[in-house]
């Protein structure tokens, strides 16, 4: 398998193209690093306005913190939960989510984040109901791990526009490459910024896939409609 050093660049000109459409984000929409962590788990499988009815109700609830989690039955998170969805498996997942928290690092967010970021990534894989995906969103907005995060937006963007070719019997990209291609299209970055550039880009791929980039594409007036007719080359190639 080799690479190609085009794609990365194309992939930072489509950041770059964002950017200039969309400014900044300021993502993670969430006050404190327990809601992103909430805000993870309830946007499986799900809208983030579903997942904006559940926070309200935990808001008012008194359990957008770790204490208010620790506080209230499962029963009761269940109910308070319902709107997002999956709120059966969800429950329990935050429930064990708290309890790694007290168990291993007592009861501090703040020293989970302190661990080595392979090490705790691997901690959390291991949790019921965290992926890949919800992982590396809990590690860049909630604990300030440089890690990118990929997700059905990102991957439709790669794939419509060629980025990485899809390999023999597959039919899409698997979630690894996507952060993979993304890692390395910002290696070049100095250390210190990689957190708020993989921090922006996710955000903008999330920016552009709901205006433009959903099921069906909506190339008219995509900021990343000049990309388009690059679609030759990609970042791997056998
Ligand atoms: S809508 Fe079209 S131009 Fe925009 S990101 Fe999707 S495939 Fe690319």
Redesign the pocket.
Known sequence: MKRRSDPLRRLRR?HDALFKAYGPQHWWPARTPCEVILGSYLTQNTSWKAVERSLENLRGAGALTLDGLRAIPQAKLRRLIQPSGFFTRKAPALKAFVAMVDEEFGGSLETLAAMPTEALRRRLLDLPGVGPETADAILLYALGHAVPVADEYLR??VE??GLIAIEPGRKHIPYDALTDLTRCAFSAAPAATHAALFNEFHALTVA??K????RT???GG???????KKTASSFYTS
């Open positions: 489509m439709r963007v419509r526009h552009v896939g205006a433009h980039c959903g594409a909506k190339c995509c900021p990343l409609a000049g990309d388009l």
